[in-house]
């Protein structure tokens, strides 16, 4: 069982940056492809960015392409999200998961592990 606990999430306004952070309780996530999903009230979880295991290779969905970047320090077992030029679209509950799986890491159904979520809120 892997324990991923997020941070990071809060309050800020549109045009303005946020960074989350995901730490895993296993000693290294090496084995994990990891991904960030985010989930509005009303709506199903959306895909926002995938890592595979070794780092070189990343994933983004149209509305965050440019603006987001995943990144991951399997030394420090933790993935970050860095969120730039943020819109109120992007308000969120924002979800780090694990996968052992490599591929196919934009679909919810891969992942094995969710953490309990980081609230992210963009205002105008």
């Known amino acids: 069982q892997v324990k991923l606990v997020e941070s990071g999430g809060g309050l800020v306004q549109a045009g303005g940056s946020l960074r989350l952070s995901c730490v895993a309780s296993e000693r290294t996530i090496s084995d994990y492809g990891m991904g960030w999903f985010r989930q509005a009230p009303g709506k199903e979880r959306e895909f926002v960015a995938a890592?595979?295991?070794?780092?070189?290779?990343?994933a983004y969905p149209d509305s965050v392409k440019g603006r987001f970047t995943i990144s991951r320090d399997n030394a420090k077992t933790s993935v970050a999200l860095q969120m730039n030029s943020l819109k109120p679209e992007d308000t969120a509950v924002y979800y780090c998961a694990a996968s052992h799986y490599s591929t196919f890491l934009y679909s919810p159904s891969r992942y094995d592990y969710w953490g309990q979520g980081t609230q992210v809120t963009v205002s105008s």
């Open positions: 890592i595979k295991q070794s780092g070189a290779s990343t």
